[in-house]
């Protein structure tokens, strides 16, 4: 069965700084890979996704991720980070077998501080 | 707007007492499924459904009915909720499109069972 890994509980990160939040993954057939953001008490936003082509992909609120197949990882990145950008990230995996399950990791918490 | 609608946001219940969260997408979505989020766990999948009146089990069914006659609704059902299905609670839809994975999700239900 698919399923993603995020190695850090908590990942903490300077105003202004990049910001990357790792995730790798486990899944047979084509890897269809998204990043989801939960801000407090809000549910989970869709902020970019990996299907095919390009390895790096750019979505929402200046974020990025690189897909790297030999290291089976597709981890977030955003050049210069705001306090704003402070809330839950979740890494998931589409089910390859056409049920569109996602399997998802435990999430990571990025605090940015001023 | 687009969006996926839960009620109640918030239910606070007892032991073996029934209860329905609803669930309702505008997007015309054939998909829809419901997650569970408890800490350290992430979300996992309860139930889904690839269309009206298509339903399956995701990985954590148990104690939970769903049903879909519309293609709009998906209630998640809790004949006899037990302390352990205290949680915050997910409804997602998305289409069933090639490419088009990326799920919408609902602004989330906190359910507590006492």
């Known amino acids: 069965a698919q399923s993603v890994a995020q190695p850090e509980d908590q990942v903490n990160v300077a105003e202004g700084n990049p910001l990357t939040v790792k995730c790798t993954y486990s899944?047979?057939?084509?890897?269809?890979l998204f990043w989801y953001v939960q801000y407090p008490n809000r549910g989970l936003q869709f902020l970019l996704k990996?299907?095919?082509?390009?390895?790096l992909v750019k979505g929402s609120y200046g974020f990025e991720a690189e897909f790297n197949k030999s290291q089976t990882s597709f981890h977030l990145k955003k050049p210069s980070a705001l306090v704003s950008d402070s809330a839950l990230y979740f890494c998931?995996?589409?089910?390859?077998?056409?049920?569109?399950?996602?399997?998802f990791g435990k999430g990571n918490q990025v605090v940015v501080i001023p | 707007e687009a969006q996926v609608t839960q009620n109640p946001r918030y239910l606070i219940t007892v032991t073996g007492k029934k209860l329905t969260v609803t669930c309702s997408q505008n997007?015309?979505?054939?998909?829809m499924s419901w997650y569970r989020q408890d800490p350290g766990l992430g979300l996992r999948q309860i139930y889904y459904?690839?269309?009206?009146?298509?339903?399956d089990k995701g990985d954590v069914p148990e104690g939970y009915k769903v049903s879909r006659k519309e293609k709009r609704n998906f209630p998640l059902i809790l004949e006899s909720p037990s302390p352990n299905q205290t949680s915050l609670y997910f409804c997602?839809?998305?289409?069933?499109?090639?490419?088009?994975?990326?799920?919408?999700f609902g602004p989330g239900t906190r359910l507590t069972v006492t």
């Open positions: 997602a839809s998305s289409p069933h499109e090639e490419g088009a994975y990326e799920q919408y």
């Open positions: 899944v047979s057939g084509n890897p269809y």
């Open positions: 990996y299907i095919t082509g390009d390895n």
């Open positions: 998931a995996v589409r089910d390859p077998y056409g049920n569109n399950r996602l399997a």
């Open positions: 997007m015309n979505h054939e998909y």
């Open positions: 459904s690839m269309n009206v009146e298509v339903t």
